[in-house]
């Protein structure tokens, strides 16, 4: 191992935790309410407030509300505070949204690869057929090189081999 990826480690690591944490919507629930909990028995101990007053702390200041009713007064306090919105507003609120979003957008008529293959070898067989349908007729086919290729995304077409309208309705003479 080189010296950079010995220096890179722990990045991958850390990033590979954050792969697992995100996907996992019981594990972001549970890290949520473990930091809402955990948040509010520092505090309760540090500001000497009641479990009660120290978990609705704990639940406004990671939502970032902030009414005002409760607030720290000594700097482990205002420490465990700042590192209670860092955490929720930085980490674990994006990811919760992230992957709610997700499974919202999900494509439910997207092809599976083994659908994708099966298209591809599909649309192979039909060349192949139709090559031996041009040769018996003797209809010469236009190869790749001639044009006949799809622009878009994934095309090996260069951008600039589209019609000049495309995408728009032809003009009316």
Same mark, same amino acid.
């Given at each position: 191992?080189?010296?950079?990826?010995? &220096? /890179?480690?722990?990045?991958?690591?850390? @990033?590979?935790? &954050?792969?697992?944490?995100?996907?996992?919507?019981?594990?972001?629930?549970?890290? @949520?309410? /473990?930091?809402?909990?955990?948040?509010?028995?520092?505090?309760?101990?540090?500001?000497?407030?009641?479990? =009660?007053?120290?978990?609705?702390?704990?639940?406004? *200041?990671?939502? *970032?509300?902030? @009414?005002? %009713?409760?607030?720290?007064?000594?700097?482990?306090?205002?420490?465990?505070?700042?590192? &209670?919105?860092? *955490?929720?507003?930085?980490?674990?609120?994006?990811?919760?949204?992230?992957?709610?979003?997700?499974?919202?957008?999900?494509?439910?008529?997207?092809?599976?690869?083994?659908?994708?293959?099966?298209?591809?070898?599909?649309?192979?067989?039909?060349?192949?057929? &139709?090559?031996? /349908?041009?040769?018996?007729? =003797?209809?010469?086919?236009?190869?790749? %090189?001639?044009?006949?290729?799809?622009?878009?995304?994934?095309?090996?077409?260069?951008?600039?081999?589209?019609?000049?309208?495309?995408?728009?309705?032809?003009?009316?003479?």
């Amino acid at each position: 191992m080189c010296g950079m990826e010995l &220096l /890179l480690l722990p990045f991958r690591r850390v @990033y590979r935790g &954050l792969v697992w944490f995100a996907n996992s919507p019981r594990t972001l629930i549970a890290s @949520y309410l /473990l930091m809402i909990m955990v948040s509010g028995v520092i505090y309760a101990r540090v500001e000497d407030k009641s479990a =009660g007053d120290s978990v609705w702390w704990a639940i406004v *200041t990671a939502s *970032t509300v902030g @009414y005002g %009713d409760i607030s720290p007064t000594t700097w482990q306090g205002r420490t465990i505070a700042a590192l &209670l919105i860092s *955490t929720m507003v930085l980490l674990v609120i994006p990811l919760i949204t992230a992957h709610f979003a997700s499974r919202l957008i999900v494509d439910n008529d997207a092809f599976v690869h083994e659908e994708q293959e099966q298209l591809k070898a599909d649309v192979r067989r039909m060349r192949v057929l &139709l090559e031996e /349908l041009a040769a018996r007729r =003797g209809v010469v086919l236009p190869g790749p %090189d001639r044009g006949d290729q799809v622009n878009g995304p994934g095309s090996a077409a260069p951008p600039l081999a589209r019609p000049a309208r495309s995408g728009r309705r032809p003009r009316r003479r």
